[in-house]
T-cell receptor, first 111, second 113 residues
Framework: SQQGEEDPQALSIQEGENATMNCSYKTSINNLQWYRQNSGRGLVHLIL?????REKHSGRLRVTLDTSKKSSSLLITASRAADTASYFCATALFTGNQFYFGTGTSLTVIP | NAGVTQTPKFQVLKTGQSMTLQCAQD?????MYWYRQDPGMGLRLIYY???????DKGEVPNGYNVSRLNKREFSLRLESAAPSQTSVYFC????????????FGPGTRLTVL
C-alpha cells in the first residue's frame, strides 16, 4: 500500500502568494523528503526532515513534521512562476530498504 | 559531472519484445534504484541495489530484471514487454542507505503497443 499521500492534488495560486501542501503517511518513518518534478523531467530533492525534527527551512521552503499525526507540510513562500511543478513527499522507513513516494501535488503559479 | 544519465529517452515496443534500459551515475554512489511513474500516481520502486553486486525487489518487480554491472551502472530489463509496462522509468542513486537523498535521472518514456 502507498505510504504517502499529498493533499491537495492540485493547487493554483497567484505569483507572490504562499503555497501549502500536505503529506500523510501510515507507518513510522526514519525521515521524510520533499521532491519537485518539472514537467517531463526527473525529480529534484528539495529538503529532508528526520523523524526527530519538527521544522526545517531552506530558502523560501519551510517543512514541518508531526510524527504523532503522521503528517508533514511543505510551505513555499512568495511563490514564483518558476515554482510551477509537481511536488512529492517520500518516506524512508527504518527497515526494509523501502522508500515510498506519494501521489504528488500539482502546483501552478500564475504570473 | 553529469549526475545520473539514462538511455534511451524514448522507446516504443511491441508486446512481447524485450529491451534494456541503461542507467549510469558518476557520483560514486553506492545505492541505485529503478522506479516507474504512471499518470496520477507517485513513483513506485521496481528494484534497487544497495551496493555493487547486490540487488533486491521493490514494490513492483514482476516482469522486470536488473543487473548491477559495476558501481556506476544499473540496468533494467524487460524480457517480454506488456502494455501494462507503458510508463516513465526513472533511475536514481544515493550515497548509501535508502534513507539518504536520492538523485534522479531524466527518465525514459516507454510505450508498449
Amino acid at each position: 500500500s502507498q505510504q504517502g499521500e499529498e493533499d491537495p492534488q492540485a493547487l493554483s495560486i497567484q505569483e507572490g502568494e504562499n503555497a501549502t501542501m500536505n503529506c500523510s503517511y501510515k507507518t513510522s518513518i526514519n525521515n521524510l523528503q520533499w521532491y519537485r518534478q518539472n514537467s517531463g523531467r526527473g525529480l529534484v530533492h528539495l529538503i529532508l526532515i528526520r523523524s526527530n525534527e519538527r521544522e526545517k527551512h531552506s530558502g523560501r521552503l519551510r517543512v514541518t513534521l508531526d510524527t504523532s499525526k503522521k503528517s508533514s507540510s511543505l510551505l513555499i513562500t512568495a511563490s514564483r512562476a518558476a515554482d510551477t511543478a509537481s511536488y512529492f513527499c517520500a518516506t524512508a522507513l527504518f527497515t526494509g530498504n523501502q522508500f515510498y513516494f506519494g501521489t504528488g501535488t500539482s502546483l501552478t503559479v500564475i504570473p | 559531472n553529469a549526475g545520473v544519465t539514462q538511455t534511451p529517452k524514448f522507446q516504443v515496443l511491441k508486446t512481447g519484445q524485450s529491451m534494456t534500459l541503461q542507467c549510469a551515475q558518476d557520483m560514486n554512489h553506492n545505492s541505485m534504484y529503478w522506479y516507474r511513474q504512471d499518470p496520477g500516481m507517485g513513483l513506485r520502486l521496481i528494484y534497487y541495489s544497495a551496493s555493487e553486486g547486490t540487488t533486491d525487489k521493490g514494490e513492483v518487480p514482476n516482469g522486470y530484471n536488473v543487473s548491477r554491472l559495476n558501481k556506476r551502472e544499473f540496468s533494467l530489463r524487460l524480457e517480454s514487454a506488456a502494455p501494462s509496462q507503458t510508463s516513465v522509468y526513472f533511475c536514481a542513486s544515493s550515497v548509501g542507505h535508502h534513507t539518504d537523498t536520492q538523485y534522479f535521472g531524466p527518465g525514459t518514456r516507454l510505450t508498449v503497443l
